[in-house]
C-alpha cells in the first residue's frame, strides 16, 4: 500500500484553467504538506494542515487553495493557472509538525502551456 | 544568501568511493533532515537528527549545533546511491509552525 500518494501524476493544461491535485495518505499522521519544487530542481513548502487546520500559508498566491476535508486528505486547488506554475508539486505527511521524519508522495508533474 | 547551504553542488566519485557532502546553515533549528531524491523524481527521507551522529547501513549523518554544520557520507558508494540529496532544516517560531527549508541539493554520480 502507498503511504502518500497523489493523483495526479501529471497534468497538462492551458494558461487561465482551473484544476485540482488530490493528496491521501495512509499513516496515520495528523499533519500534511504541499511543496513545490522548481524548474531548478529547488524546493519550497507552500502550506502545512495539522488536524485539518491551516498552519503555514507561505506567501502563496491565492489562487492556490489548499483543503482538508480530513487528516488523511490534503487537496490543492489552482484557479486561472499561469506559466509559472509549472513545476512539481509534492505532498508529504508526518506525525505532528516537529522533529518528525515527512514521507512524501510521488509528485504531480504540472505543465501550464 | 539562502539560509541553507549545501556543498558541492555537483560530486562524480567512482565506485568504492567514500562521500562528503556538507550543510551549513543560518537559523536556530529544531532539527536538521537529509533527503535523497531519485533520477525518477521520488523524495525518500534519510536522517532526521537534531544532535550527533545517526548511521543507516552505508550513511552517516552527523551534526553540529554549535557551528550550524551537518555531514552526509556514504561509505563504499555504489551507482545505485547516484541521486540528488538535500539538506534541510526545521524551525518555527513556536506552536505548530515548524517548516523545513530545503538547500538547493547535491547531484552526486557513481561510476561503475
Known amino acids: 500500500d502507498t503511504a502518500v500518494s497523489q493523483t495526479p501524476k501529471y497534468l497538462v493544461t492551458q494558461m487561465g484553467n482551473d484544476k485540482s491535485i488530490k493528496c491521501e495518505q495512509n499513516?496515520?499522521?495528523?499533519?500534511m504538506y504541499w511543496y513545490k519544487q522548481d524548474s531548478k530542481k529547488f524546493l519550497k513548502i507552500m502550506f502545512s494542515?495539522?488536524?485539518?487546520?491551516?498552519?503555514i500559508n507561505e506567501t502563496v498566491p491565492n489562487r492556490f487553495s489548499p483543503k482538508s476535508p480530513d487528516k488523511a486528505h490534503l487537496n490543492l486547488h489552482i484557479n486561472s493557472l499561469e506559466l509559472g506554475d509549472s513545476a512539481v508539486y509534492f505532498c508529504?505527511?508526518?506525525?505532528?509538525?516537529?522533529?518528525?521524519?515527512?514521507?512524501f508522495g510521488p509528485g504531480t508533474r504540472l505543465t501550464v502551456t | 544568501k539562502n539560509e541553507v547551504e549545501q556543498s558541492p553542488q555537483n560530486l562524480t566519485a567512482q565506485e568504492g568511493e567514500f562521500i562528503t557532502i556538507n550543510c551549513s546553515y543560518s537559523?536556530?533549528?529544531?532539527?536538521l533532515h537529509w533527503l535523497q531524491q531519485h533520477p525518477g523524481g521520488g523524495i525518500v527521507s534519510l536522517f532526521m537528527?537534531?544532535?550527533g551522529k545517526k548511521k543507516h547501513g552505508r550513511l552517516i549523518a552527523t551534526i553540529n549545533i554549535q557551528e550550524k554544520h551537518s555531514s552526509l557520507h556514504i561509505t563504499a558508494s555504489h551507482p545505485r546511491d547516484s541521486a540528488v540529496y538535500i539538506c534541510a532544516v526545521e524551525a518555527g517560531s513556536g506552536g505548530s509552525n515548524y517548516k523545513l527549508t530545503f538547500g538547493k541539493g547535491t547531484l552526486l554520480t557513481v561510476n561503475p
Open positions: 494542515y495539522n488536524n485539518k487546520e491551516l498552519i
Open positions: 508529504a505527511s508526518s506525525i505532528q509538525t516537529e522533529t518528525y521524519e515527512q514521507y
Open positions: 499513516l496515520g499522521h495528523d499533519t
Open positions: 537559523v536556530g533549528i529544531s532539527a
Open positions: 537528527l537534531s544532535s
